[in-house]
Protein backbone atom coordinates (compact mmCIF):
# COMPACT_ATOMS: atom_id res chain seq x y z
CA UNK A 1 0.00 0.00 0.00
CA UNK A 2 1.35 3.75 -0.81
CA UNK A 3 2.46 5.63 2.39
CA UNK A 4 3.76 8.86 2.86
CA UNK A 5 6.65 9.97 5.50
CA UNK A 6 7.08 13.86 6.47
CA UNK A 7 9.12 14.74 9.06
CA UNK A 8 9.65 16.54 11.67
CA UNK A 9 6.04 16.99 13.01
CA UNK A 10 7.01 20.19 15.21
CA UNK A 11 9.84 22.53 14.69
CA UNK A 12 10.75 25.88 16.07
CA UNK A 13 13.45 27.51 14.21
CA UNK A 14 14.82 30.95 14.76
CA UNK A 15 14.34 33.81 12.19
CA UNK A 16 17.49 33.83 9.73
CA UNK A 17 18.05 30.31 9.78
CA UNK A 18 17.52 27.57 7.34
CA UNK A 19 15.27 25.04 6.81
CA UNK A 20 14.63 21.68 4.80
CA UNK A 21 11.09 19.51 5.37
CA UNK A 22 11.64 16.06 3.54
CA UNK A 23 9.05 14.30 2.28
CA UNK A 24 8.86 11.00 1.16
CA UNK A 25 6.65 8.60 -0.65
CA UNK A 26 6.28 4.55 -0.51
CA UNK A 27 4.25 2.12 -2.93
CA UNK A 28 4.11 3.88 -6.11
CA UNK A 29 6.03 5.39 -8.75
CA UNK A 30 6.22 8.63 -10.35
CA UNK A 31 3.68 10.44 -8.53
CA UNK A 32 2.98 13.68 -8.91
CA UNK A 33 4.02 15.41 -5.70
CA UNK A 34 2.93 18.98 -3.79
CA UNK A 35 3.86 21.09 -0.84
CA UNK A 36 1.20 22.68 0.75
CA UNK A 37 1.17 25.22 3.57
CA UNK A 38 -1.49 26.65 5.90
CA UNK A 39 -0.81 29.80 7.93
CA UNK A 40 -2.71 30.10 11.21
CA UNK A 41 -6.32 30.25 10.67
CA UNK A 42 -6.24 30.45 6.95
CA UNK A 43 -6.85 28.24 3.83
CA UNK A 44 -3.62 25.77 2.26
CA UNK A 45 -1.94 27.72 0.07
CA UNK A 46 -0.24 25.61 -2.61
CA UNK A 47 3.45 26.33 -2.83
CA UNK A 48 5.11 24.14 -5.04
CA UNK A 49 4.19 21.06 -7.15
CA UNK A 50 6.55 18.76 -9.47
CA UNK A 51 5.40 15.93 -12.19
CA UNK A 52 8.99 13.83 -12.44
CA UNK A 53 12.11 14.38 -11.09
CA UNK A 54 14.26 17.26 -11.15
CA UNK A 55 10.73 19.05 -12.27
CA UNK A 56 9.71 21.80 -9.75
CA UNK A 57 6.70 24.31 -10.69
CA UNK A 58 6.55 27.34 -8.16
CA UNK A 59 2.61 28.78 -7.70
CA UNK A 60 3.65 31.69 -5.35
CA UNK A 61 7.07 33.70 -4.98
CA UNK A 62 8.52 33.43 -1.80
CA UNK A 63 11.45 32.83 0.34
CA UNK A 64 11.16 28.93 0.20
CA UNK A 65 12.51 26.55 -2.81
CA UNK A 66 11.97 23.25 -3.46
CA UNK A 67 13.89 19.82 -5.01
CA UNK A 68 12.83 16.91 -5.87
CA UNK A 69 16.07 14.64 -5.92
CA UNK A 70 15.11 11.16 -6.35
CA UNK A 71 11.43 9.84 -7.62
CA UNK A 72 9.72 9.76 -4.74
CA UNK A 73 11.62 12.44 -2.31
CA UNK A 74 10.74 16.08 -2.26
CA UNK A 75 12.21 18.61 -0.42
CA UNK A 76 11.19 21.87 1.09
CA UNK A 77 14.01 24.40 1.67
CA UNK A 78 15.02 27.76 2.34
CA UNK A 79 18.21 29.51 3.36
CA UNK A 80 17.04 32.56 5.75
CA UNK A 81 13.31 32.08 7.17
CA UNK A 82 11.39 35.05 7.75
CA UNK A 83 8.90 35.22 10.63
CA UNK A 84 5.75 35.02 7.65
CA UNK A 85 6.86 31.83 6.85
CA UNK A 86 5.51 30.10 10.32
CA UNK A 87 2.53 27.98 9.39
CA UNK A 88 1.52 24.02 8.91
CA UNK A 89 3.17 22.70 5.86
CA UNK A 90 1.98 19.61 4.09
CA UNK A 91 2.93 17.45 1.45
CA UNK A 92 0.96 15.17 -1.11
CA UNK A 93 0.92 12.89 -3.73
CA UNK A 94 -1.38 11.92 -6.52
CA UNK A 95 -1.22 9.88 -9.30
CA UNK A 96 -2.98 11.51 -11.81
CA UNK A 97 -5.50 13.79 -10.80
CA UNK A 98 -7.95 11.97 -8.26
CA UNK A 99 -7.18 11.18 -4.58
CA UNK A 100 -4.59 13.14 -3.13
CA UNK A 101 -2.92 11.75 -0.19
CA UNK A 102 -1.61 13.70 2.39
CA UNK A 103 1.30 13.87 4.49
CA UNK A 104 0.52 14.53 8.59
CA UNK A 105 2.43 17.76 8.07
CA UNK A 106 5.14 19.95 10.04
CA UNK A 107 4.10 22.51 12.55
CA UNK A 108 6.62 25.70 11.94
CA UNK A 109 7.22 28.15 14.27
CA UNK A 110 9.98 31.00 13.52
CA UNK A 111 10.66 32.71 16.33
CA UNK B 1 -9.43 27.59 -11.74
CA UNK B 2 -13.15 27.43 -11.35
CA UNK B 3 -14.22 29.98 -8.33
CA UNK B 4 -16.35 28.22 -5.33
CA UNK B 5 -18.86 29.30 -2.60
CA UNK B 6 -19.52 27.47 0.05
CA UNK B 7 -20.94 28.09 3.49
CA UNK B 8 -18.90 29.26 6.13
CA UNK B 9 -19.99 27.07 8.48
CA UNK B 10 -23.17 24.87 9.09
CA UNK B 11 -24.69 22.66 11.85
CA UNK B 12 -25.75 19.23 12.44
CA UNK B 13 -26.94 16.82 14.70
CA UNK B 14 -25.38 13.22 15.20
CA UNK B 15 -27.30 10.50 13.11
CA UNK B 16 -28.76 13.25 11.15
CA UNK B 17 -28.24 13.76 7.34
CA UNK B 18 -25.73 16.92 6.39
CA UNK B 19 -26.20 18.53 2.85
CA UNK B 20 -23.18 20.54 2.23
CA UNK B 21 -23.59 22.71 -1.12
CA UNK B 22 -21.00 24.43 -2.89
CA UNK B 23 -21.63 26.81 -6.38
CA UNK B 24 -19.12 26.22 -9.02
CA UNK B 25 -20.72 28.19 -11.92
CA UNK B 26 -17.53 29.00 -13.69
CA UNK B 27 -16.44 25.28 -13.79
CA UNK B 28 -14.89 23.82 -17.09
CA UNK B 29 -16.16 21.03 -19.23
CA UNK B 30 -12.59 19.10 -18.09
CA UNK B 31 -12.95 19.92 -14.44
CA UNK B 32 -13.75 16.95 -11.46
CA UNK B 33 -15.38 17.90 -9.04
CA UNK B 34 -13.26 16.86 -5.59
CA UNK B 35 -14.63 17.39 -1.93
CA UNK B 36 -12.01 16.87 0.90
CA UNK B 37 -11.95 17.32 4.18
CA UNK B 38 -9.78 18.51 7.03
CA UNK B 39 -9.84 17.63 10.80
CA UNK B 40 -7.90 19.70 13.53
CA UNK B 41 -4.35 19.10 13.07
CA UNK B 42 -4.25 17.50 10.34
CA UNK B 43 -3.77 17.45 6.62
CA UNK B 44 -6.74 17.05 4.24
CA UNK B 45 -8.53 13.54 3.63
CA UNK B 46 -10.20 12.75 0.10
CA UNK B 47 -13.66 12.21 0.63
CA UNK B 48 -15.07 11.73 -3.17
CA UNK B 49 -15.09 13.32 -6.59
CA UNK B 50 -17.12 13.16 -9.99
CA UNK B 51 -17.47 14.70 -13.64
CA UNK B 52 -21.27 14.46 -14.09
CA UNK B 53 -23.07 11.56 -12.78
CA UNK B 54 -24.06 11.29 -8.87
CA UNK B 55 -21.71 9.71 -6.92
CA UNK B 56 -21.49 7.23 -4.00
CA UNK B 57 -18.60 5.75 -1.48
CA UNK B 58 -18.57 4.42 1.79
CA UNK B 59 -18.02 7.79 2.93
CA UNK B 60 -20.93 10.15 1.40
CA UNK B 61 -22.92 10.74 -1.75
CA UNK B 62 -22.08 13.79 -4.12
CA UNK B 63 -25.11 14.88 -6.01
CA UNK B 64 -23.98 17.01 -9.02
CA UNK B 65 -26.51 19.41 -10.59
CA UNK B 66 -27.07 18.68 -13.96
CA UNK B 67 -25.62 21.73 -16.04
CA UNK B 68 -22.68 21.79 -13.39
CA UNK B 69 -22.72 24.63 -11.61
CA UNK B 70 -23.23 23.10 -7.72
CA UNK B 71 -22.91 20.09 -6.56
CA UNK B 72 -23.90 18.90 -3.15
CA UNK B 73 -21.84 16.56 -0.69
CA UNK B 74 -24.38 14.13 1.07
CA UNK B 75 -23.63 12.67 4.80
CA UNK B 76 -26.29 10.14 4.94
CA UNK B 77 -25.41 9.73 9.33
CA UNK B 78 -23.43 12.78 10.69
CA UNK B 79 -21.31 11.35 13.52
CA UNK B 80 -18.90 13.06 15.80
CA UNK B 81 -15.45 12.26 13.65
CA UNK B 82 -17.09 13.92 10.46
CA UNK B 83 -16.92 17.30 12.15
CA UNK B 84 -14.57 19.36 9.82
CA UNK B 85 -13.59 21.84 6.94
CA UNK B 86 -15.05 20.68 4.09
CA UNK B 87 -13.40 21.66 0.64
CA UNK B 88 -15.15 21.82 -2.36
CA UNK B 89 -12.56 21.90 -5.43
CA UNK B 90 -13.63 21.71 -9.09
CA UNK B 91 -10.19 21.04 -10.63
CA UNK B 92 -8.09 18.96 -13.49
CA UNK B 93 -5.04 18.46 -12.20
CA UNK B 94 -3.71 20.59 -9.42
CA UNK B 95 -6.07 21.41 -6.55
CA UNK B 96 -6.34 25.16 -5.18
CA UNK B 97 -8.79 24.97 -1.44
CA UNK B 98 -10.62 27.68 -0.70
CA UNK B 99 -12.26 28.71 3.06
CA UNK B 100 -14.53 25.72 2.71
CA UNK B 101 -17.60 24.70 5.02
CA UNK B 102 -16.59 24.31 8.46
CA UNK B 103 -18.68 21.61 9.88
CA UNK B 104 -19.92 21.67 13.27
CA UNK B 105 -21.96 18.05 14.56
CA UNK B 106 -23.21 18.16 17.97
CA UNK B 107 -24.24 14.96 20.21
Known amino acids: SQTIHQWPATLVQPVGSPLSLECTVE??????LYWYRQAAGRGLQLLFY??????ISSEVPQNLSASRPQDRQFILSSKKLLLSDSGFYLCAWSVGQYGYTFGSGTRLTVV | DAKTTQPNSMESNEEEPVHLPCNHSTISGTDYIHWYRQLPSQGPEYVIHGLTSNVNNRMASLAIAEDRKSSTLILHRATLRDAAVYYCIPSYGKLTFGQGTILTVHP
Open chain 1, 27 to 32: GTSNPN
Open chain 1, 50 to 55: SVGIGQ
